[in-house]
């Protein structure tokens, strides 16, 4: 191919999530709105497809979570999933009843999210967040989460290589919603995913935890050196087994202790990211007990000071872990 028709090269892909204490309308907008989350009190539904809102009280008034791009949006509804694009990436949005068979919910809404990705010109998927109700309802291989990860695989459809792996999310909705809520972030060019060397790799998680391993990179850094690190839902795991029993702030430092080393790992391939969380981080904090979420406040305040946060009302997937956080980080 001569030079004078080759394609003309695309901008490195470049997001900026902004905690924004803000009206939607005003922020939806604004010029290089990607997406706008509400959380708690904020309005359930929008005519833009990019508002999206997150069933999962919020501590007072939760700030907008707003993903801004330096590139012209498109946006738009394709059946049931809402979409926008600039900029080199893609957000989407599927919600699905959710009748109680929650690996039947699952692996409808990963099916569809699979043929979303395969026919889109963003198929590599960055970053995944699941919503659902009672996720540690259930005994043994009954319970919702663990048959929540079947139906993801069955979803799938196949086995997804180390290398593949988006970082992930999946909280627990505190109170009944009846839908099943998946949204992502997708580029046009894969990333890297990361794991924790403290540790084990969600997807080698032994038997004890279910009959099918978790899905997900702890971590992902995407290709332009523009983004931020993508962290996945941490939690105070140490190897595989759950840390500090019933002590709110032992799992936050243990949380915290997996961020840094999460941090130390990403850096080793892009030494320009702080070496810990700052201002330029954005972290959202779940939290299994309403009656905590003052004392998590006060944590956050101690431990991250100077770091932007937001913290929600929503339940972890395993029943012993009070807290998780998830984020980005630049």
């Known amino acids: ?20 204490d803000a009206s939607p309308v005003d922020v939806l907008g604004a010029a290089g709105t990607l997406a706008v989350f509400g959380f708690g009190d904020t309005p359930r539904t929008m005519p833009d497809p990019r508002y999206l809102h997150v069933a999962l009280p919020a501590v007072g008034s939760a700030p907008l979570e707003c993903w801004q791009v330096d590139a012209e949006v498109a946006h738009g509804r394709a059946g049931d999933i809402v979409w926008s694009t600039g900029g080199g990436l893609q957000f989407g949005a599927l919600e699905v009843e959710d009748d109680g068979d929650i690996a039947a919910v699952a692996a409808r809404a990963y099916a569809r999210l699979q043929a979303w990705l395969a026919g889109s010109d963003h198929p590599h998927p960055l970053r995944i967040w699941n919503y659902l109700d009672a996720i540690t309802a259930g005994d043994g291989d009954a319970e919702r989460y663990r048959r929540f990860c079947v139906g993801r695989a069955r979803g799938i459809g196949r086995a997804l290589a180390p290398g593949e792996l988006p970082a992930a999310t999946a909280i627990g909705h505190p109170h009944r919603t009846g839908r099943f809520q998946l949204y992502w972030l997708a580029a046009q060019a894969a990333g890297t995913p990361l794991e924790n060397p403290r540790q084990v790799q969600a997807w080698r ?7 099918q391993p978790p899905g997900f990179a702890r971590a992902l850094l995407p290709a332009s050196s523009a983004m931020p690190l993508l962290v996945s839902g941490t939690a105070a795991v140490v190897g595989h087994a ?8 032992a799992q936050l430092d243990e949380i915290l202790a997996n961020l840094h080393s999460l941090l130390a790992a990403a850096r080793v391939l892009r030494p320009a990211l702080a070496a810990q969380p700052g201002p330029a981080s954005r972290l959202k904090v779940y939290v299994r007990d309403a009656d905590a979420l003052p004392q998590m406040q006060a944590l956050l305040a101690a431990r991250l000071p100077g770091v932007p946060h937001i913290v929600l ?18």
């Open 1 to 20: 191919m001569s030079p004078l028709s080759a394609p003309a090269l695309q901008p490195a892909a470049a997001l900026r999530v902004e905690y924004l």
């Open 313 to 330: 009302h929503g339940h972890v997937c395993r029943r012993e872990l009070l807290v998780e956080i998830d984020g980005c980080h630049l």
């Open 205 to 211: 998680y032994p038997r004890q935890y279910g009959p």
């Open 242 to 249: 759950s840390q500090h029993g019933d002590s709110l702030d």
